[in-house]
Structures are given as C-alpha cells and as structure tokens.
C-alpha cells in the first residue's frame, strides 16, 4: 500500500492528522510513549479527531510504509512527492504550525529521533526541528556502533 492509498483509504480525517500519523508511523510502529504524550497535549481534540481514529490512521501509515523505508534516512521519489501532497493538504497555517509541534513532540517522546524520524524535519511544516543521535532503534544502534549514525 502506498502512502497515498493509505491516506485515501483511511478514516474521513483532518488533513493535519493525516499528516501526524504518518509521522507517528514513521518508525515503522505506533509507539505508545508517543500517544501518551499526544494524549497529554490533547492533540486528538485539537486536531478534529477521535483517538481510536487516530490509531488507525496511524497503524495504516505503518502499513503503507514498505519494509525497507524505516531502515532508511531517505524516501523514495515516488514516496516523497506522496509524502508532500498529503502535507500539502494542510493549507492553514496555524494547522500547519500544530502538525509541527506535535510531530516535535512525537519525535522526541522516547528523548531520541533516528535517521528515519530526522527526514520529517526537512518537511516544510516541520523545518527546524533539532534531530539528536541518541536513537534506540536497532538500525541506528547498528549504524552507530559502525560510525554511521549522525
């Protein structure tokens, strides 16, 4: 499944959640210290939606995702343009300024961000985000123990 058929298949939703639970599935899971921490910031209620809508969003953004994407910094063309039209799809700012303080927040629930969360930071409603090394997830684990980890 495409990430693009994920979202068009999922739950009627906001776009911004769409785009949040993709960020969410990113790791390759849905991690529950980052649902606490949304749960914390009420990021369902203000995003428009339900919590068990937003675990299915997010479990089909885990299943759009191929298996090789999380073991990788980097999208695919083909996955990057789909990746910025669901972003593109939140048009208000101050949706867009949510998206991003809730993907920081997302990102930095476990105190890490991997290689695979660092991309999400190159979106354009997530410009700014500070990525750190400290990952926990086994690809990382491995690329630093070889040097490779940023």
Do not use: Y
């Amino acid at each position: 499944m495409t990430l693009l058929a994920a979202v068009h298949t999922a739950t009627p939703a906001p776009p911004a959640a769409h785009v949040l639970a993709l960020v969410v599935a990113a790791n390759g899971r849905v991690d529950p210290q980052e649902i606490e921490v949304l749960d914390r910031l009420a990021a369902f209620q203000r995003l428009g939606i339900g919590r068990d809508d937003f675990l299915a969003l997010a479990a089909q953004g885990v299943q759009a995702l191929d298996n090789g994407q999380v073991d990788r910094s980097w999208l695919k063309p083909q996955a990057l343009a789909q990746l910025f039209s669901v972003v593109d799809a939140v048009t208000s700012p101050q949706q867009r300024l949510l998206v991003c303080r809730l993907a920081a927040a997302v990102m930095t629930a476990d105190g890490a961000i991997c290689a695979t969360r660092a991309g999400c930071t190159a979106m354009p409603c997530c410009a700014g985000a500070s990525p750190t090394t400290r990952c926990r997830m086994p690809s990382c684990t491995t690329a630093r123990a070889e040097g490779r980890h940023r």
